[in-house]
């Protein structure tokens, strides 16, 4: 789960290395962290109301609004190429976009990162942030517990809210996410804080929001309307999600995308949010990216380095980007990349309901061109030695069959 990358010399952020800008030699980033932020991506998925799939049936249909799969038979398509063929799509509450996971993992990774945080308190000390956090919600401006109430609650009570629940309230409720994208990342994130605003938790019998209306804050870096790769459909979609009330969404546009993440990052540090780019980031174009993005604030505010590193807000963003400030240098030591391990849940879930299938052997899964247009569809590739010489080949109840690499 490494993201590859090729570095180009007329490109190559090198020359920064022994100057204010420097990638650690080691990766804090380990193999657990990747799995832990696919299974956060899952349990917040969980969190919103979406329901993991319990099997796997022929009968259901894509697009089906009474189920949450994602993986549905093909008899179309297995009957044109010969194969058990099947369709792979996102969660439907994203629209069957494959952003969504995407924007779920890279949530989760900041939400780990609080969790970690949370989990060194004393026990006094999470549950006075419990009070805080029950002491602040409301329902239409009227909160639902007075500070007394808050007070007076039992530590059964508190003991209601997950530490997963206050985690996530902790990353997101004050602080904005600033995205990049060419617009679907931004409408996933819109929708991940919408579902969240809508989530309810049950606290000493009265029903609590996870979000109030008015937390949670989105920039999305979007294509101008104007630039050649932007579509009428998704400006006027992008216009309507800044236009709701609540206010959640703010737009940024740029007509060429060498504008983008500098620009976005360059917002995430001004606020202390968080930069959630569409495409995965390693610790060199993070690094190349902070030197631009900061020398641009060092620019806007005719400052020093050591006066911008002493902005909380910059501090708070890198933080974010699990970067440390040392002698007036900083020192970079991953990349963003945890929107991975979201993509990885959709794969995880795809075995977990084909591998009881009798007679499998492998699997193969194939992606249109375009990573954001949806996951595709997945052919399953079988044998079984007790398999007819010659079974039907479009019957979903006959053992896989194995299909050309070439396909």
């Not at 977990?352 to 052919?379: H, M, V």
Request: aromatic content about 8%; charged content about 25%; some cysteine.
């Amino acid at each position: 789960m490494q993201y590859l990358h090729t570095i180009i010399p007329e490109l190559s952020t090198g020359h920064l290395q022994d100057e204010e800008f420097v990638v650690e030699k080691h990766s804090s980033r380990s193999n657990s962290d990747i799995l832990d932020d696919a299974i956060l991506t899952l349990k917040l998925a969980q969190l919103i109301g979406i329901k993991l799939a319990t099997g796997f049936d022929y009968k259901d249909l894509s697009y089906d609004e009474s189920t949450d799969n994602i993986l549905f038979y093909s008899p179309v398509c297995s009957a044109l190429f010969g194969e058990k063929v099947n369709f792979f799509r996102s969660w439907k509450q994203f629209g069957s976009c494959i952003k969504g996971f995407n924007a779920l993992g890279l949530m989760a990774e900041q939400v780990r990162l609080v969790i970690k945080d949370l989990s060194s308190l004393r026990l006094c000390d999470l549950n006075a942030l419990k009070r805080t956090f029950i002491a602040s919600r409301t329902i239409k401006g009227q909160p639902v517990f007075s500070g007394d109430e808050a007070e007076w609650l039992s530590e059964d009570d508190l003991a209601q809210i997950s530490l997963l629940v206050l985690a996530t309230w902790t990353a997101f409720a004050e602080k904005t996410i600033v995205c990049s994208t060419s617009s679907n990342m931004g409408i996933s994130l819109h929708e991940a804080l919408r579902y969240l605003q809508s989530t309810e938790i049950i606290v000493a019998s009265r029903v609590v929001k996870l979000l109030n209306e008015d937390e949670g804050q989105l920039v999305i870096w979007c294509p101008d309307e104007n630039a050649d790769f932007m579509s009428g459909e998704k400006t006027e979609h992008l216009r309507h999600l800044e236009s709701e009330q609540p206010k959640l969404t703010s737009l940024k546009t740029y007509i060429n995308r060498t504008q983008r993440d500098p620009g976005a990052l360059r917002d995430a540090l001004e606020v202390g949010g968080y930069f959630f780019p569409t495409n995965p980031q390693s610790t060199e174009e993070i690094q190349s990216l902070l030197f631009r993005s900061i020398n641009i604030l060092r620019e806007e505010r005719a400052a020093s380095l050591r006066d911008v590193l002493e902005d909380s807000c910059v501090q708070s963003t890198l933080a974010s980007l699990k970067c440390r400030i040392e002698n007036q240098r900083i020192f970079i030591s991953e990349g963003v990349e945890s929107g991975i391990s979201g993509l990885m849940v959709p794969y995880l879930l795809m075995l977990e309901q084909l591998l009881p299938q009798s007679g499998l052997r492998a699997i193969s899964t194939w992606n249109q061109a375009s990573i954001g247009g949806g996951l595709g569809c997945d052919c399953q590739i079988g044998h079984d030695s007790t398999r007819p010489e010659n079974p039907q080949r479009n019957d979903p109840k006959q053992p896989f069959l194995p299909v050309s690499r070439n396909k």
